[in-house]
């Protein structure tokens, strides 16, 4: 019944235990003596392809563990609608402590499943993983999402957090308006704050990488006033510091987002320039975060401010932690697959770079 194993992403102040099926089912997880069910206003979802339950960080963090409970659907009628007995899958859990934490980052992967996790296992163990967009080239179905969870699947099991990003890929193909479905957000939202032991992430979402207007878009994208709304949660966020990137115990602030926003691109990827500019100077005057993690360019790279990559005023270090070699079998059969772990100790951010053939390709401090 179950597609993959649960991914438990970490949203807001809670987590977003999700699972991905591959019949009809009905779903809840038991969280000690509580159960968080996937219902919509009282009736439990049972035509949907990947499960929801929403559980507060506390709780699961008390327990270290979870049980996800499931009955198969026989035949769901007005009255007497026929189901399967419960079947239970128990997981452990494992929150995120504040002693030299580890993460690995993968952006992307545009379909690959293989070769980020090789990269990634590479680094070694980790207490939380980050998914930073375009794991799908495109979404023609909810299954195209599936991708998601098979890199989560193994590189977590359903035992650590998730920690996730919508990528411009993302955006694309006739399923796309269902990834927010199929994906993490708080209140409907692509962009929100996070915080796993002593690290605070704002993650931002910038959409599409052209103007809305686009032939290639076709009149589908509205993202202009999407990225308005979130110049808006950026001064909301600074207004609630205090329970922010400001509250007791927070070390590192770290902003994920899949575009890097603050290097101008050559046209018809040179957009809102304004925009960005108040983002990064929002975030440099107030957040005053230590990395900026980045995917969308296909270049390992690590930028230091007022390098030839900040044009509109980095507010830190900024990073790109991925590099996939996206392959056309007409002219190679060779893939590959570059990524990013962190290691966050006392007053710095260790960025290590590996690849999916066992290499280490190099480590940078961030203080």
Same mark, same amino acid.
């Given at each position: 019944?179950?597609?993959t ?5 970490a ?14 089912t ?5 969280v000690g ?5 996937d219902?919509?206003?009282?009736? *439990? ?6 499960h929801?339950?929403?559980?507060? *960080?506390?709780?699961l ?11 198969k ?17 128990p997981?452990d ?18 379909? *690959?499943?293989?070769?980020?996790v090789?990269a990634a296992n ?7 993983l ?5 794991l ?5 179905t ?6 998601v ?5 193994k590189?977590?099991?359903g035992n ?12 694309r193909?006739?399923?796309a308006e ?11 939202k ?7 032991g002593?690290?605070w992430?704002l993650?931002?979402?910038c ?9 290639a878009?076709?009149?589908t ?8 709304a979130?110049?808006?949660?950026i001064?909301d966020?600074i207004k ?27 046209s ?17 005057e ?21 390098g ?10 900024m990073?790109?932690?991925?590099e996939?070699e996206?392959y ?15 290691c966050?100790?006392e ?10 053939s ?10």
């Open positions: 019944m179950l597609k194993k649960p991914a438990v992403f949203a807001g102040n809670n987590y977003h235990i999700m699972v991905p099926v591959n019949v009809p009905l779903m809840w997880v038991k003596n509580k159960c968080y069910y219902a919509s206003n009282g009736i *439990m979802r049972s035509e949907v392809k990947v929801t339950m929403i559980v507060p *960080m506390e709780d963090d008390k327990e270290k563990k979870y049980t996800i409970c499931v009955r659907i026989i035949e769901r009628k007005p009255y007497f609608t026929e189901v399967e007995d419960v079947v239970e899958y997981f859990f494992k929150p995120v402590s504040s002693n030299n934490v580890r993460a690995y980052h993968i952006a992307d992967a545009h379909t *690959m499943v293989e070769f980020p090789r590479t680094y070694g163990d980790i207490d939380f980050i998914l930073n967009g375009d799908p080239s495109y979404i023609t909810e299954e195209d999402v599936f991708v969870y098979e890199i989560a699947e590189l977590t099991g650590i957090p998730i920690v996730f990003s919508r990528g411009n890929h993302d955006m193909g006739v399923g269902l990834f927010a479905q199929c994906t993490p957000c708080v209140d409907g692509s962009y929100y704050t996070v915080r796993l002593n690290i992430m993650i931002l979402d959409a599409e990488d052209k103007p809305d207007d686009h032939e878009y076709g009149h994208v509205c993202c202009h006033d999407f990225r308005l979130q110049t808006e949660f001064k966020v609630n510091a205090e329970n922010e990137y400001d509250a007791e115990g927070v070390e590192h602030r770290m902003v994920i987002v899949h575009n890097p926003f603050t290097c101008k691109l050559e018809p990827f040179d957009i809102e320039e304004d925009i960005y500019k108040e983002w990064a100077k929002l975030l440099r107030n957040v005053k975060p230590r990395l900026l993690l980045c995917g969308h360019t296909h270049k390992l790279t690590v930028s230091e401010v007022g030839e990559k900040d044009t509109y005023g980095q507010p830190c270090t990073v790109v932690g991925s996939p996206i056309d079998p007409k002219v190679s059969d060779k893939k590959s697959f570059k990524g990013a772990g962190l966050f100790k007053g710095e951010i260790e960025v290590t770079f590996t690849n999916c066992g290499d280490v390709l190099g480590t940078h401090a961030i203080k």
